[in-house]
């Protein structure tokens, strides 16, 4: 894709979210999005056919990180893989939080979690064609999907608590993620990946737990098996 293209493109959907988060779409004007992104009417127009396509395509786009960042556990959903499933899923919804909030907030809540649903139905069909007709296996996918985003949605604003807690890494925790994440061939890409599953997630139960307090300082060390919080 062209630089200026991308360039852009990312303004425009800056924009849009920053509008979004304080206003319903039908209330966003173009030419309001078009001012805040420094681009002219036509240059939107190039880009998208109006806001709700926009705002279509920037859901879209959200739901497809969110199911390629679930990993393919098999791509079968077995009951003795819904707790792997179900952690997976919340962690994905943790790492978009406020994508989520802001695009799918009131009455399109229920379209965000049936999307994330039926993303995950069609793959695990794809996988094992006998899923679709194993009707125990549905349910348990409906449930670990709306139960998921369920506790997200009703967690979300503790969630947002941790933005006043401070954070410190131990170097043993450093030295314990570098030591397990890097790759020789992919570099220190796999470290993010790393960081998000278990560092974040640890410091995400630890807030939805209430176990700190607001201004209170989480840090993150090693103790010779793993990592913990102090």
């Known amino acids: 894709m062209d630089i200026r293209i991308a360039r852009t493109d990312r303004a425009i959907e800056q924009a849009f979210m920053e509008l979004r988060e304080k206003n319903p779409l039908e209330k966003i004007k173009i030419k309001d999005l078009c001012a805040m992104a420094c681009i002219n009417k036509s240059t939107f127009y190039a880009h998208y ?4 396509a926009l705002a279509n395509a920037l859901e879209n786009k959200l739901i497809d990180s969110i199911l390629a960042s679930v990993p393919r556990t098999n791509d079968s959903v077995a009951l003795h893989q819904a707790e792997t499933l179900t952690r997976e899923l919340f962690h994905a919804f943790m790492q978009n ?3 989520v909030n ?3 907030s009131g009455s399109r809540q229920g379209i965000f979690a049936n999307s994330i649903e039926k993303g995950l139905r069609q ?9 679709a007709a194993d009707l125990n296996r549905g349910i348990l996918l409906s449930f670990c999907v709306q139960g998921c985003f369920y506790a997200f949605a009703n967690n979300s604003s503790r969630m947002d608590e941790g933005k006043h807690l401070k ?9 314990f993620i570098i030591d397990s994440a890097y790759d020789s061939v992919y570099g220190a890409r796999p470290i993010k990946r790393f960081i998000q599953s278990r560092v974040e997630t640890l410091i995400a ?3 939805i737990q209430g176990s700190y307090t607001e201004g209170a300082t989480l840090t993150v060390d090693y103790d010779g098996t793993g990592l913990v919080l102090r």
């Open 205 to 207: 139960k630890a807030i």
């Open 97 to 99: 939080q406020r994508a």
């Open 102 to 104: 802001i695009l799918f």
């Open 123 to 131: 793959r695990f069909e794809e996988a094992d064609p006998t899923f």
């Open 49 to 52: 056919e109006d806001i709700y």
């Open 167 to 175: 954070l410190e890494v131990t170097t043993a925790a450093k030295d």
